[in-house]
Each structure stands twice: as structure tokens, then as C-alpha cells.
């Protein structure tokens, strides 16, 4: 089974812990003798930026020669790995689909652009997004979280606009299960506060919950009872850390009529209740 990660080498039940995460490409695969096995993750896109040094990508099985200065980007659920040249330089951004769904809201154009991965030479200009990128990231001024995502749709912009039309162009096909996926993680950002069975988002898509759940444990590892929950959980926590809605009032807003049953939820799920999570939540960065 090809494994799913958060990030290359970090696979666990943790939520992505940032709006979104940057780092060098010796960071993380220099650590593994630059070679960077096939992997794939289900809820993340990245943007790849080579300015020395190079290599190969395999996407999908098929190989591509990495010659810098290069751009990479790679939609969710896509199967990639790497074998870098050592000492290669460049950044590789990594963001939650929904982060930049929500960023890329009304671009329609856009996102079906960025739901192929492509290679594409760079430039100055996208390189100049990455650095700025980079340096926001390990700052903790205010402002950080939406300065971070605008700087991330920018760029996303940009290379979207590289990407030519013609669908013929693309390096990757997507399976009629990897399209399954995609369509339901869609209908979950759309739908996670008022739709929370496997069995409404399975009627959705014309597929049994049986059938939606194994498509989602034999990609991702997790069920669709998993993944749901998560995003609901995952909610909570940006309410809590981000704003003083009572804690009642955010569990009615995330579908809960007894705000006792969503405190029990959450306290499963976190080991915190929601009042002792909000109470600690200087200590806790989320998206």
C-alpha cells in the first residue's frame, strides 16, 4: 500500500498544525540520503521550487527529469516521490486543499488548472512568492495566518496561469477511485457542518457507504467516519483558538443540537474539552 503522510515521514493522526508549512528541499530530504520515496497525501497540495541542483520526479510511475530552475506543483491524492541530486536547493511549500480552496474561492479556472500536477520552468517572479513565503513563515508577527495564505494564492495564481489548456498536456491521469475521493473530500468542505454520516455524503455519490469507505481507507488509510469527524474537529479548533464564540453556540453551528454530545466529541478526540483546549490555545497553532 502506498502510504499516505501529513508530511514525507511524518505519517499519524495528527492534524496539519499550520496554515500552511515551508521548508528547504535538504530539509526534509536530506535527511533521507535525498531520495524521497512514492508517497501520496489526500487532504494536501504543494509547490515545488528548484533553483540549483535537480534530479527526478516519478508522478504516478511515470519519471521526470528535474532541471532547476524548475516549478513543481502537486494536487492532493497524486502518487509522487523524488531522487534529488545532492545538495539541491529550492523550497517546497506544502498547504491544506481547503486552505487554498478557500483562498481560491470564485477561481474556478484556477482550481481545475491546479487539480493536475505539472512541471514548469521558473522564474524570478514565482521565486521572489517562495522566498517571501519562507521568511513569513518563520516569523510570528500579526497578520501572519493571512499574509501566508494571500502570499500562497498568489502564487498559486501564477503558476495556474502557466498551465496551459489542453488537457492532453498534463503528466498524471486520475483513476475513477481517486475521483471518487476527491469529489466526496469536496462535498465534506461544503457540506461538514450539516452532514455528518457516511451514509448522507454516500447518497451523494451514488455509491454505497461501504464502497465510500473502502475507496477512503485504501487511499488515505482512514474511513470516511474518520475523515469526516476530523474535519469537524478540525473546525472546533479554529473556533475555539480564533474567535470567543460560546462554546455552545459552536456546537449548534457545527450541527450539534446538544452542545453536552459535541463537548464529548471533542474530548474524544482531543483529550482536551473544548473550554481546557481554548484555554490553552496560546500553546497550539492550527489552519
Same mark, same amino acid.
Given at each position: 500500500m502506498i502510504p499516505n503522510y501529513t508530511l514525507y515521514g511524518d505519517q499519524n493522526d495528527e492534524l496539519f498544525p499550520d496554515i500552511l508549512h515551508c521548508e528547504s528541499i535538504a530539509a526534509r530530504?536530506?535527511?533521507?540520503?535525498?531520495?524521497?520515496?512514492?508517497?501520496r497525501h489526500h487532504a494536501l497540495?504543494?509547490?515545488?521550487?528548484?533553483?540549483?541542483?535537480?534530479?527526478?520526479?516519478?508522478?504516478?510511475?511515470?519519471?521526470?527529469s528535474l532541471e532547476p530552475p524548475v516549478m513543481i506543483t502537486l494536487p492532493a491524492l497524486v502518487v509522487h516521490g523524488f531522487e534529488f541530486i545532492r545538495q539541491t536547493k529550492g523550497w517546497v511549500i506544502t498547504i491544506p486543499v481547503m486552505v487554498l480552496e478557500d483562498t481560491l474561492r470564485q477561481t474556478a479556472e484556477i482550481k481545475q488548472k491546479l487539480a493536475t500536477p505539472f512541471l514548469l520552468p521558473g522564474s524570478h517572479y514565482q521565486q521572489v512568492y517562495f522566498e517571501q513565503i519562507a521568511e513569513e513563515h518563520q516569523m510570528m508577527e500579526p497578520g501572519r495566518q493571512q499574509r501566508l495564505a494571500h502570499l500562497a494564492g498568489l502564487l498559486a495564481i501564477d503558476i495556474a496561469r502557466q498551465i496551459p489548456s489542453a488537457p492532453s498536456t498534463h503528466i498524471s491521469s486520475v483513476s475513477r477511485q481517486y475521483s471518487i475521493l476527491r469529489h466526496f473530500l469536496t =462535498? +465534506?468542505?461544503?457540506?461538514?457542518?450539516? !452532514?455528518?454520516?457516511?451514509?448522507?455524503?454516500?447518497? =451523494? +455519490?451514488?455509491?454505497?457507504?461501504?464502497? !465510500?469507505?473502502?475507496i477512503c481507507r485504501q487511499v488515505t488509510g482512514k474511513s470516511a467516519s474518520e475523515l469526516i469527524q476530523g474535519r469537524l474537529v478540525l473546525e472546533a479548533k479554529r473556533s475555539l483558538v480564533y474567535s470567543r464564540m460560546p462554546i455552545s453556540e459552536l456546537a449548534y453551528s457545527l450541527g450539534y443540537d446538544d452542545p453536552a454530545h459535541f463537548s464529548k466529541f471533542f474530548l474524544r478526540h482531543t483529550g482536551l474539552s473544548p473550554r481546557h483546549f481554548r484555554d490553552h490555545s496560546d500553546l497550539v497553532t492550527v489552519p
Open positions: 530530504s536530506g535527511k533521507h540520503n535525498w531520495k524521497i520515496a512514492p508517497h497540495h504543494q509547490f515545488f521550487w528548484l533553483s540549483s541542483g535537480g534530479g527526478t520526479i516519478s508522478i504516478d510511475g511515470k519519471r521526470h =462535498l +465534506l468542505e461544503e457540506q461538514y457542518k450539516s !452532514l455528518h454520516s457516511v451514509a448522507g455524503y454516500a447518497g =451523494l +455519490l451514488n455509491i454505497t457507504p461501504p464502497h !465510500l469507505t473502502r
